[in-house]
């Protein structure tokens, strides 16, 4: 599946809820299935600090695809981060850093990526894209 | 009127109606604003007193030869005297509008530095005091080669006064410290502190922020140096707060920013400052804010302060036991003597999961680390959920906020 397919998927998912408890509860369940950042990897300078919740986020890249896993401390962020890493996970480094992020939006989300926010999910975002950027010069 | 509302000493539904904001829905529920540890609401009161400065009578103040600065000047100073009165300072000299507290306070850590903080002299803060009463002074610090020094906080968020009298040596020079916790809603004793630091010549900084709006405050008989508030946490507007100093202390210090108003003459020799309270108000101020805040003190006035503390301890108690009852929960803070905020995480429930779900009831509180970095570390948690009361909000919205609270644990357990 192409990322635009990926993202217009979980549209689909996210219009089959009546309200948002049932949107969160999914949200939250999610996060139990985030590829969770070896421990290695969760150190100080894989952390992006929100002033809200923090996210440890790290990248390979296998033949040719980018790998993320990440953690975070909030569980509500977790799922969302399961979300994203869904979307980009398994993607060539080009395809990563020109991704369109529409998804996020479409399904009520949007204020969780906001700057207001601070939960770290926007750098985020800034994160992974920064890695496909990078990775694109070892591939 | 419900069982529940008549516990309260006053009418609450006819206080909400001169708050227009609070009759809207967010995410379809009805508004429940208990962030006001961060800023209160405005009431009609002040939103047309600004409305109307700026429709009649806006103009800039201060030597001005026509009506209309007149005019402005003279409720600006009306609003200095008003202040006066609120606080009980003996002078209006005495009370010089800055921007916020966090700008009164770097005023005093600048100015009152420079002029009697020597290398080697001690500055004493405490361990639950914003940022904005620990960077300044660590500026300070950095400044004139000085040392802080930290007053402890204990288990139930209180300070002891025998922490106090321990730090104090014959190099300290002022003791900053909050009146209320904005975390931990501990009323700190500062009568006691104020009175030790007396006696042996110490200055003393109290940071009223959270406090000028739940208790009477008193400059004149709590005998401190400096008072610090903001206008935006006692239901007036934001970017207008308040420093009172004792006059012979301001004469003392230097300008904190140098321009236009605090100066009497300039010549490229030698410029002559102002007198006070100007010589601490450079360029032109926040009149509006000014005049503004003063009517939010007139509207404090005209509830009254027995009135604001019945209802703060009526709300801070009942929340306090409803909360409580859930399992699981851990109220950071747990002082007798609390303004009505409570700071709260249950198990290991991240609070920012808990305010997002809280969010999407319409139920606005504060999560994180609310500007003490320091004090949670104390406590060794990453923040809290806080909740933070006015006088608007009812018994009821604390159902409705302990039911949230229930169903927030449930999706989060």
Known sequence: MTIEEKQNQIIDEFSMFSDWMEKYEYIIELGKDLPLIDAQYKTPENIIKGCQSQVWLHADLVDGKIVFTADSDAVITKGIISLLISVLSGHSPKEVAEAELFFIDKIGLKEHLSPTRSNGLLSMVKQMKMYGIAFQAKV | MNKVADKLPIDITEIRKQFPILSQKVNGNPLIYFDNGATTQKPLSVINAIDNYYKTYNSNIHRGVHHLSVKATEAYEEARRTIQQFIGAEHEEEIIFAKGTTDAINL????????????????????????????????????????????????????????????????????????????????????????????????????????????????????????????????????????????????????????????????????????????????TPNIVGGIAVAEAAKWISSIGFDTIQQHDNEILNYATEKLSAIEGVKIYGTSKKKGPVISFLIDNIHPFDLGTILDQLGIAVRTGHHCTEPLMDRFKIPGTVRASFAIYNTLEEVDVFIDGVKKAKKMLS
């Open chain 2, 108 to 283: 005093v850590a600048h100015s009152f530095s420079k002029a009697f903080i020597h290398e080697g002299d001690e500055i004493i803060i405490s361990g639950m005091e914003h940022h904005s009463n620990i960077v300044p002074w660590q500026m300070a610090c950095e400044e004139r080669k000085a040392v802080l020094k930290v007053i402890p906080v204990l288990d139930n968020g209180e300070i002891s006064i025998d922490d106090v009298q321990k730090l104090i040596s014959d190099k300290t020079k002022i003791i900053a410290i909050t009146h209320s916790s904005n975390t931990l809603g501990t009323n700190n004793p500062i009568e006691e502190i104020i009175s030790i630091a007396k006696s042996k010549g110490i200055k003393t900084l109290i940071d009223g922020a959270q406090a000028i709006h739940h208790q009477p405050v008193n400059v004149k008989e709590l005998d401190c140096d400096f008072y610090a508030f903001s206008g935006h946490k006692m239901y007036g507007p934001t970017g207008v707060g308040i420093l009172y100093g004792k006059q012979e202390l301001f004469k003392k210090m230097p300008p904190y920013q140098g321009g236009g108003d605090m100066i009497k003459t300039v010549t490229f020799e030698k410029t002559i400052y102002n007198d006070l309270p100007h010589k601490f108000e450079a360029g």
